[in-house]
């Protein structure tokens, strides 16, 4: 059965670095989501994308954020300067045939920023 | 604006119980509503969707939900609780104005009790 992979499963990094957390979607899926969960909390979406481009994002998604479907399997999300308050699970997720169809989702990327 | 209100952040029952998770969402057009559960250290997984027709949808480990436009809610319910229902639940919304962008609710944690 196919499923969205995430590398790694968790990533310690310092205060100021940057992160890439790699997903590998389902491969004839269009739709492609970046979601975070602080510990104990909510399901957050940060950004949506699709046709090579973003769809839309939050307004946790700032400058520091970026995504990419570098070359037509993975879809990263970058974090350009970590904070201490990066830290969470994050999920990616994707989907086809529409966005009203079912979000298969990744087992998550654990960012523990120190 | 788009949001997602469940209401209890906890909800415990007796096995074989009724299960009943609220979930009320505001939405300016027309939603696509989801059900997710998310067992521990896990990502999430769809139960069940309403994006048009039958009010009452029907989805995995015997869960359903009803679509009530008029009370603008989508409760989860299940007749009789099973020890491995005990996880998050998460209720999310889809709307595309454009931009695509799912929302969650805040999550009902379920125990089970023996």
């Known amino acids: 059965e196919p499923e969205v992979t995430q590398t790694p499963s968790h990533q310690v990094t310092q205060m100021g670095q940057e992160v890439i957390l790699r997903c590998v979607p389902i491969?004839?899926?269009?739709?492609f989501y970046w979601y975070r969960q602080i510990l104990g909390q909510k399901v957050e979406f940060l950004v949506s994308?699709?046709?090579?481009?973003?769809?839309?994002k939050s307004e946790i998604f700032d400058d520091q954020f970026s995504v990419e479907r570098p070359d037509g399997s993975n879809f990263t999300l970058k974090i350009r300067s970590t904070k201490l308050e990066d830290s969470a699970m994050y999920f990616c997720?994707?989907?086809?045939?529409?966005?009203?169809?079912?979000?298969?989702f990744g087992p998550g990327t654990r960012l523990t920023v120190l | 604006a788009q949001s997602v209100t469940q209401l209890g952040s906890h909800v415990s029952v007796s096995e074989g119980a009724l299960v009943l998770l609220r979930c009320n969402y505001s939405?300016?057009?027309?939603?696509?509503l989801f059900w997710y559960v998310q067992y521990p250290n896990q990502g999430l997984q769809l139960l069940l969707k309403?994006?048009?027709?039958?009010?009452l949808v029907k989805g995995i480990n015997g869960f359903e939900a009803e679509f009530k436009k008029s009370e603008t809610s989508f409760h989860l319910t299940k007749p009789s609780a099973h020890m491995s229902d005990a996880a998050e639940y998460f209720c999310?919304?889809?709307?595309?104005?454009?931009?695509?962008?799912?929302?969650f609710g805040a999550g009902t944690r379920l125990f089970v009790k023996a």
């Open positions: 997720a994707s989907n086809g045939g529409g966005i009203y169809n079912e979000q298969f």
């Open positions: 491969s004839n899926h269009l739709y």
């Open positions: 994308f699709y046709n090579n481009e973003i769809s839309e």
């Open positions: 939405s300016s057009v027309p939603p696509y």
């Open positions: 309403y994006t048009t027709g039958a009010t």
């Open positions: 999310a919304v889809t709307r595309n104005t454009g931009g695509f962008k799912t929302i």
